[in-house]
């Protein structure tokens, strides 16, 4: 795998990363299996749109014991509405969010944000 460095804190990010929103329609032990095939090829960028707790918790129990290995990126405005994910620019609803999402990782940060 390819690394590159991004930003001034020197994270290597792989050239290829993970984007979340497939995994939308997969069960949380295929969410877990893909993060894991994914790290063995040396992928450790994966992006979290999804706003779900069950998602973002399968996404913590694969990366469990490796948080450091991989980078993280969190989108800051997405919350979870009826069981989809939507936008909201409300900050309180955004800092839950953005508190769940860290909770279900098991981890006190995101690597990286993208903001809505």
Known sequence: MIYRTLG???????C???GGVPMNHMAPEKIIS??????????NLIDIYM???????????AIAGKREEYIL??????????GNTVRTRNLSETKAS????RRSL???????????
């Open 73 to 82: 990126q969190g989108h800051i405005g997405t919350m979870e509405e009826d």
């Open 8 to 14: 001034k804190q020197g994270l290597k990010v792989s």
């Open 106 to 116: 098991k981890s006190d940060y995101i690597d990286v944000g993208m903001l809505y």
């Open 98 to 101: 953005f508190d769940a999402l």
């Open 16 to 18: 290829l990363g993970l």
């Open 51 to 61: 706003a779900q707790t069950w998602l973002r918790d399968s996404i913590g129990a």
């Open 34 to 43: 893909l993060i894991r095939e994914c790290h063995e090829y040396g992928i």
